[in-house]
């Protein structure tokens, strides 16, 4: 993320799409500069309608989150996941690139 101006958008992917989530999605709409382009959950179904919820229509959604990141290669990895989830999460965004917030 080196060489971006504090105004640049920053692509990320949403991981866990539970009751926490909504929080993060409060949080990125005070913000902005942020493109949720990525919902990743264990059922594929809570990632699509975090999708919905957040506008985000083109987003890539599945329940896989590698194979998200690999499609989306997003800057930041929003992790709403349960805490023994986190370890995993974070290694697995970090193999791919991006920063791990959760």
Known sequence: ??????SDELKAALVGC???AGVWLDAVKEVGHINLCGFVDLNEDAAKKR????????AVTGT?????LQKVQPDV???????????????TALEHGCCAAG
């Open 18 to 20: 539970g009751g926490m």
């Open 77 to 91: 990895v929003f992790d709403c996941t349960i805490p023994q989830a986190h370890h995993r999460v974070t290694l």
């Open 1 to 6: 993320m080196t060489g971006r101006n504090a």
């Open 64 to 68: 896989d989150l590698a194979e998200v």
């Open 51 to 58: 999708a919905a919820d957040a506008g985000a229509v083109s």
